[in-house]
């Protein structure tokens, strides 16, 4: 067999280096320096002279990634340092608790100093390196013995073949958490929903299911990634003195660091770390149950020791459980203001993360009945931050006999209107329309609410009470309602007060102007943007109600089934009677955008990306955003290199620690303020 030149050799070598930088530039930094054709061209030409010379593979190729042959199962691998799991604590007492026992195990006087870091919620790994090359992956297990599963953890792109730099030791073992991305596993499931397959139900077990697949070809596919957390076996020179330490070191031999790590000291800094932690963590683009103190110095550690199954010098903090057990007792359909029919599950009452839940959304009837939910089952709830409860699966181990499976409604249970399941559609609709007392009342609390036309002292209680006593029937109604202020004073809870800040609010709705009242209208497929988008384009409400579909395209971001949603409202006969009643109101501004929207020439932010974080005084979050966009300015929700500018509030986080690393400007609320408003 022909072997390779000596220059040969150093180019593979070379492909090699080049090859595992890209990969951790992509996949841990998010930040690429070369397109996928480039990597791709590299890629090709290790490939062409490893099949050219076979013996030259080695474990640590780039091209190893892709999988093995699959394997019969999984061998048992001995932990030489037992993996432990950590204690919980779940109060600040608790947490004090600790910090005493910990000061008096070192008869420390001063605050001892704690590494922090978020409990990711994923599978715990060992991986061990020798001579800085990947030698094995090994499961926790019992913490004793656990399963190999090098083969997977070798697909996974964030875990180093090879530990880049110099001074690695004789062997090394680095422990981590592999865990599935959220947006990953979005996308995972979707696909699995749309491919009619098995999905899962979180993120760990997605995680877990993952890594144990005997096909590393299968792994490979998923997505994963990984942090390192703690450190383990260690043979040879230059051991590091502190967890910080080692955490630098790793950096520079490429091991992945979980980016919100920091150093704290005492309680104060832990409680602290916790907080901004519980804050954001609806924002961290993976699952954490908790925050995870470590004593910093590694000779402290060994002074403190261990108990049975955990370290005395390491604690987790837990956040409020948002995964409860609780019970089915009734499920209903729910009719929003567009006619979409939504099962819910009634349950007996839960504290979830701190929030006592009666309801949960089953989403659709496919989801219902995917999960198999019926009443008087046991479930699994979650509620992640301020989003809807969702009954995540069912306990079916522990269902009572003689439950019945849930059948999907074939008349609304409003309005007892067929319904109907459009093509294309996983979601059934009432076919009512607004003649559906739920749609109608639906529609009309979105055109009052906040975002939409804000007509002040206009509750759901109220919108539901002026129907019930018909006193309006459409939104155009309320703009009669002056009209009938006795019978409005006769309300059950409305006085004379009461009825005026009503009419007074229902006049100031008056100068909305044609974005809020495109949105306030509950077009399909419109949203605020969108709805801002198309003022901005046709200007007038004659010009847009007049255009084709061609025409609605060129507006920005509408596509074609935008398009087809606002022409199917115009063509409503139902729609243009209310349209028709609405352009009867007198000195409203709705039917063309603000005057200072139609100026003309450039805005100061016109085309930049700007990136709100933290919390500000002045102002809310979203009435920033709207004033950034009337500046022409596109706000996102992530700091990258496209960002321009960065306005940053009160306890900002990560979004403003990676400004700062990108050299994006950023302004504080007041020089924001003093700069463009």
Known sequence: MTKPTAKELHEIASLRQELHLHNHNYHVLDQPIISDSQYDALFRQLLEFEERYPDCITPDSPSQRVGGAPLDGFVKSHHKEPMLSLENVFSEQELKEFDRRVREGLSATDDVVYAVEPK??????????????????????????????????????????????SGHPELVEIRGEIFFPLKKFDDFNQKALADGEKTFANPRNAAAGSLRQLD??????????????????????????????????????????????????????CLEFYKQLENKRDSLPYEIDGAVYKVDLFQDREKLGFVARAPRWAMAHKFPAREVTTTVSAIDIQVGRTGALTPVARLDPVDVGGVIVTNATLHNFQELARKEVRVGDWVMVRRAGDVIPEVVRIIKEKRPPNTIEFKAPTSCPVCDAAVIWPDGEVVARCGGGLSCPAQRLGAIKHFVA??????????????????????????????????KKAELIDMERMGEKSVDNLLNGISASRKRDLSRFLYALGIKEVGETTARNLARHFKTWQKLAEA??????????????????????????????????????????????EQSSTTEGAKPLDGVTVVLTGTLEKMTRQQAKTRLESLGAKVSGSVSKRTGLVVAGEKAGSKLKKAQELGVEVLDEAGFIEKYL
């Open 548 to 593: 084709d579909q061609e025409a609605l395209q060129g507006a920005a971001d509408v596509g074609s089934v935008v398009a087809e949603s606002l022409i199917d409202f115009f063509q409503e006969p139902h729609n243009q009677g209310v349209i028709a009643q609405l352009q009867q109101v007198e000195d409203c501004n709705w039917w063309q955008v």
């Open 216 to 269: 590393p070809k299968i792994t490979a596919k998923r997505a994963l990634k990984f942090y390192f957390h703690s450190l383990g076996e260690w043979q040879g020179e230059g051991k590091p003195q502190s967890h910080s330490q080692l955490t630098t070191l790793l950096e520079e031999w490429r091991i992945p660091v979980c980016p919100e790590i920091e150093v704290v000291t005492g309680v104060a800094g």
């Open 450 to 483: 906040r975002r939409a036309m804000d007509i002040d002292g206009l509750g759901d209680k109220l919108v539901a009470g002026l129907l019930d006593c018909g006193l309006i029937n459409s939104a155009a109604d309320l703009y009669s309602l002056a009209d």
């Open 120 to 165: 990711i919620d994923g599978v715990a790994v060992s991986l061990v390196y020798e001579n800085g090359k990947l030698l094995r992956a090994v499961t926790r297990g019992d913490g004793r013995v656990g399963e190999d599963v090098t083969q997977g953890v070798k697909t996974i792109n964030s875990v180093p073949l090879a530990l880049f730099g």
